[in-house]
């Protein structure tokens, strides 16, 4: 479907006027790339600026949007016409996402908005390839990066709020700020805190979201959706993206900080997710020939413990067999 369409979607969705149906394609939508989030985030990023924007200082640039617009020759630019000051501010938003469609940054109505500052980041990137990574946010949130992860921090981070988008797994110590919340988008779910410390595991090509928390208090919801619960210490949480349900689980501390000591626990963890891990653990790619076998994984694999080993305990466990083919590790059934 044409990129248009997609904005109208988020459009409506970011309304509150998504039926049942509508919200099901967006999510389905969202969970095919890391793309198609970034477009939502930019989108939704946009929707917040409007929000909170004085729109007085636009009196007068009716005529300059409309020049613009017919500069790009776009058809989803044509189609949008500009209302006087004083209408609905959604229309801003609708031309917007029409020259997001068309230009290759999702940050043009920034830019033309913000012209005597355009050196100004829109975002803060955070990434770890094959480490993991320390950042210490600007409000003093400690972030503890899990390798193979992205942090994402908007410009007007601090501001109303503090929020961020998540892809990967982190931990979290949230400085106590009860004044602006923090806010952590994982792609399908929201983690929304005042102060605590926690770990958010959401890597864009797993199916679950998982929350553990270590102390305080969080919000865990369904991102657009009516699911949401509240998490206290020593409480757990996974959300199902393919399900669309979110459930409560055990606490296990050790899964909760398994990763930063680089000991790889498993807790029923289904073997989809178990290969993932190993991947990411022993740099490594596996070419996975075992169609549904998705069996869960009960195990402790030590930083020590070599790569021979573990293929030996998942072959006696599951009678799988892994053979080498060019760079990458062959599993089979």
Not at 73 to 93: D, F, H, N, T
Not at 248 to 275: G, H, I, M
Not at 287 to 294: A, L, M
């Amino acid at each position: 479907m044409k990129e248009e369409y997609w904005n109208t979607l988020i459009q409506k969705h970011l309304d509150g006027n998504c039926s049942a149906a509508e919200r099901s394609e967006l999510d389905a939508w969202r969970a095919e790339s890391a793309a198609n989030r970034q477009h939502y985030e930019q989108i939704a990023a946009i929707d917040r600026e409007l929000r909170q924007l004085d729109a007085s200082w636009l009196q007068g640039r009716d005529a300059d949007w409309k020049a613009l617009a017919d500069r790009l020759q776009s058809p989803a630019a044509s189609e949008a016409k500009v209302k006087p000051l004083g209408r609905q501010r959604r229309q801003w938003l609708r031309i917007a996402a029409s020259l997001l469609a068309i230009a290759a940054t999702g940050w043009l109505l920034w830019s033309y908005v913000d012209s005597s500052d355009t050196t100004e980041a829109i975002a803060q990137e955070f990434r770890s390839e094959q480490n993991t990574r320390s950042i210490l946010l600007p409000d003093s949130t400690e972030v503890l990066l899990n390798r193979s992860s992205t942090l994402r921090l908007l410009a007007d981070f601090n501001e109303a709020d503090r929020r961020v988008a998540l892809e990967g797994e982190a931990f979290f110590k949230v400085h106590q700020d009860a004044q602006r919340p923090f806010l952590i988008d994982g792609g399908g779910a929201q983690v929304r805190v005042l102060g605590t410390a926690f770990n958010l595991r959401a890597y864009a090509e797993e199916e679950q979201i998982e929350l553990s928390v270590e102390e305080g208090r969080v919000r865990f919801s369904e991102d657009g959706g009516p699911q949401s619960m509240e998490l206290s210490a020593q409480m757990a949480a996974v959300y199902d993206r393919k399900e669309r349900q979110l459930r409560s689980q055990d606490y296990e501390p050790s899964l909760t900080a398994a990763w930063q000591p680089r000991a790889l626990v498993f807790d029923n963890t289904p073997f989809k997710t178990v290969l993932l891990s190993l991947e990411r653990r022993y740099n490594i790619q596996f070419d996975d020939q075992t169609g549904d076998f998705n069996e869960p994984l009960r195990s402790t694999f030590t930083p020590e413990t070599p790569l021979r080993q573990v293929f030996d305990q998942l072959s006696l466990l599951y009678q799988l067999e892994f053979s080498s083919k060019k760079d990458k590790i062959v599993v089979s059934r």
